[in-house]
């Protein structure tokens, strides 16, 4: 059956029902509600209950799963930025507050535009830093400007040579002796350049970023890795080669450097939280940070924590789907564990207003938040993140700050309708109005 | 007797070349390798014209002819800049900085003249 790959769970009990030819107040009888609510519901102004969405499914015969919200939010989201990034002279702009319609309408398409949106966007990637290489390389500008001195010198040299009738038996000897040097350092100079050009490595010119690369590699195992829970395994011994050997998704040799890194604080996480411990703790207490620091007694090292949630197995009774957000002291995201309606950006700076980065305005400070992720549906989530100094306090050494964001749906809360921090994705992007702290205009009209 | 060219330059087979085409021409020619102590030999030379590379062991080019554009002495005095990197932004750089004219490398020995010449009343 073809169903509209939309977000929206309304619009797609609206798209089933027309496919199937019942009448709205037809199926608003079937499921025992009011055809003006069913009406609100299929035009997203009302929400659906779990015990509501259920009989629906099966009045439209279909399984709940694809009438369930989320499904398409990435979809959504990528079309969203590919309307950002249109000109802003376009002659006729995207209808950015249309792109529900579009997803259901032409989902064939709007896959198309979102996989080439994606690819744009690594592209573009790409150009800047081979840019950013041409521009700022030092070995490729010392080669060059030592090929330019020489090529100037003996340019020079031969037209002398070449044009001079009468040229003094001294100077001529000189000259020819200089062009002999000369040629012998352009050749060793070509050599040189030709030799390093040809030595970067053919998996760096990748589309991915490397860390992109690393949270690929990570995805595609479920964000849980067994072998690091075996007792005998070295974070530094061959089982890390025979791990990493062999992954599309790691291509260049800096994704398999950072996956080291991320491998061997993985294991150091396992080993201080073994996942019996965890386990047992996650089946008293529950998924909630504050409950589980305590009685697994992990004191100050919340990042551990944050970071072992991250990286169980999904289907653990009582443990919710967790995101996950590292920061350095720059604010730039260090890693990316994805949660389904919060989006993170791919690249470029995030929300000014995540708690990750109020945490790190202040380290040591523990920030538990409850915070609505704008989009439609508006998503809640409980965010906890803390602040730490890396390698600890030294006198003369600059302080080396990390941030770390575990994000849970807000279920997990008791009052899931408290007070929420309204945040976004990322500024270009993000519809909120008025909103303090934002650092360039949305390229989206509100949704 | 005729005008005086100073060429600092580190590249001492560029120096060869350029001291040859400019004697043949009729210019005194003199010249120095290094960017440090540049504006002393530059004052005690008082050249009419100054021929500056910008990549010089030391001291920069750029460096060199801003402060030469800073001293009342020497605002006046031509410079013909030279560089290996023939981008806008060195341009961009040089003129901003006061260079009388820019030359990248690998020029021709004509340019070279033709500049010199028309840098200086001859």
């Known amino acids: 059956m073809s169903l509209p790959r939309s977000s929206l769970t309304g619009t797609r009990i609206r798209a089933r029902r027309t496919v199937l030819g019942v009448a709205q107040a037809e199926l608003a009888r079937q499921v025992g509600v009011s055809p003006s609510y069913l009406n609100l519901i299929e035009h997203n102004r009302r929400g659906v209950g779990a015990a509501l969405l259920d009989r629906l499914a099966s009045a439209l015969e279909v399984p ?306 409850m915070v609505e992720m704008s989009g439609r549906p508006a998503r809640r989530f409980v965010a906890y993140a803390v602040c730490e100094a890396q390698g600890g306090a030294r006198f003369g050494a600059p302080a080396v700050l990390e941030a770390t964001m575990l994000l849970l749906p807000a279920s997990v809360e008791t009052d899931a309708t408290a007070p929420a921090l309204p945040v976004g994705t990322s500024c270009r992007i993000c519809p909120r109005a008025g909103c303090a702290a934002r650092r360039e205009p949305a390229l989206v009209g509100g949704t | 007797m005729g005008k005086h060219v100073l060429v600092i330059e580190d590249e001492p087979n560029i120096v060869a070349a350029i001291t040859f085409i400019l004697r043949r021409d009729g210019w005194q020619v003199s010249s120095h390798a290094s960017g440090s102590d540049a504006m002393q030999v530059i004052r005690d030379a008082a050249p009419d014209l100054l021929i500056l590379d910008v990549m010089l062991p030391g001291r920069s080019g750029y460096d060199i002819l801003r402060e030469l554009r800073g001293d009342p002495a020497t605002a006046d005095l031509p410079v013909l800049m030279l560089t290996a990197k023939g981008q806008s932004r060195d341009r961009q750089m040089a003129e901003a900085f006061g260079a009388s004219r820019f030359m990248s490398k690998p020029f021709s020995n004509t340019e070279v003249l033709a500049s010199v010449r028309e840098l200086v009343d001859t």
Request: one cysteine or more; proline letters at 9%; hydrophobic letters at 45%.
């Open chain 1, 64 to 369: 709940v799963d694809t009438l369930r919200e989320g499904a398409g939010t990435q979809l959504v989201e990528t079309l969203r930025e590919a309307a950002a990034a249109a000109p802003a002279h376009h002659p006729a702009p995207p209808e950015a507050d249309r792109i529900e319609d579009f997803v259901g309408r032409f989902p064939g398409w709007a896959d198309l535009i979102a996989a080439q949106q994606r690819r744009i966007g690594a592209l573009e990637r790409t150009v800047e830093r081979l840019t950013d290489r041409m521009a700022h390389d030092p070995h490729l500008s010392a080669a060059l400007h030592e090929l330019l001195s020489v090529s100037a010198s003996l340019r020079s040299t031969a037209t002398i040579l070449a044009e001079a009738r009468e040229i003094d038996p001294g100077w001529q000897a000189r000259f020819l002796g200089n062009i002999e040097t000369d040629s012998l350092r352009l050749s060793e100079g070509a050599q040189a350049l030709v030799g390093y050009l040809d030595a970067a490595e053919p998996a760096e010119s990748g589309l991915a970023a490397p860390q992109e690369e690393l949270e690929a590699w990570l995805a595609d195992r479920g964000w849980h890795l067994p072998e690091l829970e075996a007792a005998g395994f070295d974070a530094a011994g061959p089982e890390v080669d025979e791990m990493l050997a062999g992954h599309g998704e790691l291509g260049s040799a800096s994704a398999i450097a950072l996956a080291r890194a991320y491998l061997a604080r993985a294991r150091a996480d396992a080993v201080a939280l073994p996942l019996p411990r965890v386990l047992e703790a996650l089946a008293r207490v529950g998924p909630k940070p504050p409950d589980l620091a305590e009685v697994l007694g992990v004191g100050s090292d919340l990042p551990r924590l944050f970071r072992r949630l991250a990286s169980l197995p999904d289907g653990v009774p009582g443990l919710p789907p967790r995101g996950l957000v590292i920061c350095d002291g720059s604010g730039t995201l260090t890693f990316r564990r994805p949660l389904p309606g919060f989006g993170l950006p791919r690249f470029g700076g995030a929300c000014p207003l995540w708690p990750l980065y109020q945490a790190l305005a202040a380290p040591l400070r523990p920030v538990e938040q």
